[in-house]
């Protein structure tokens, strides 16, 4: 039995995420996160529902960052992924970008349908209008937002997978989640997972995303 899911901010994930990449190791960093908010770089601050003083008075972190995408929420109940390594090791491309982003949507999906026990039908990978991500139905069970240049891969995903009262509240309700007002978050459990139960998740997801010899680096923190 391996140690439970480290949970770490945000930007030490990113820190921890370039300097990955500059060792010239290839992998995913899997982890959970406190609650944060992050500003994608064309977000408005009328993303936000709720006033950020009250946010951040609740210990709820806000984060502009430079990746594309809007406002994201991340946190308690979530599994957040951030790639680590060039993207030729990943995809066998150094320009394949969409190549990388279409494999992750189809590893994420694959993984939700196998671990929420749902129709494969009921599993997209493209919102209504386009929008990037993973969907159960209507509502959104992955989040994803990336940046790419010559330094490496920058930050990753969020999948859902129970809900916590500090999100609920204090996170996607917070938010217009990635620019969709009308977007409701779904959840692969519909349970609060102990620790063990947690990790076991993570441990499959690992798995999940390790589908090459270059990719099987994966780690937890």
Not at 8 to 34: I, T, V
Not at 51 to 60: C, F, H, I, K
Not at 103 to 118: H, I, P, S
């Amino acid at each position: 039995m391996r140690a439970s899911l480290v949970e770490m901010e945000y930007s030490e994930a990113l820190r921890l995420q370039r300097a990955r990449g500059l060792e010239g190791a290839c992998g995913w960093l899997l982890f959970s996160c406190p609650p944060t908010v992050t500003l994608g770089r064309r977000t408005r601050e009328d993303a936000l529902r709720t006033p950020r003083a009250r946010l951040e008075g609740r210990g709820v972190r806000i984060l502009r960052v430079d990746r594309g995408g809007l406002a994201t929420f991340h946190g308690p109940g979530q599994i957040v992924g951030f790639p680590f390594g060039a993207l030729e090791r990943h995809v066998g491309d150094p320009r394949g970008v969409r190549a990388f982003v279409d494999a992750l949507k189809n590893k994420l999906a694959a993984f939700v349908r196998e671990e929420a026990g749902v129709p494969a039908a009921s599993v997209r990978v493209c919102g209504a209008h386009g929008e990037t991500g993973v969907w159960i139905g209507e509502s959104k069970v992955a989040a994803i937002g990336l940046r790419f240049s010559r330094e490496g891969i920058a930050h990753g995903f969020a999948l859902n997978i129970f809900a916590d009262e500090r999100g609920t509240e204090w996170g996607f309700g917070a938010i217009v989640p990635c620019g969709e007002p009308g977007a409701k978050p779904a959840f692969l459990y519909p349970r609060e997972l102990n620790a063990d139960e947690f990790t076991q998740v993570a441990v499959r997801l690992e798995h999940a995303l390790a589908s090459s010899a270059e990719s099987a680096a994966v780690i937890s923190a």
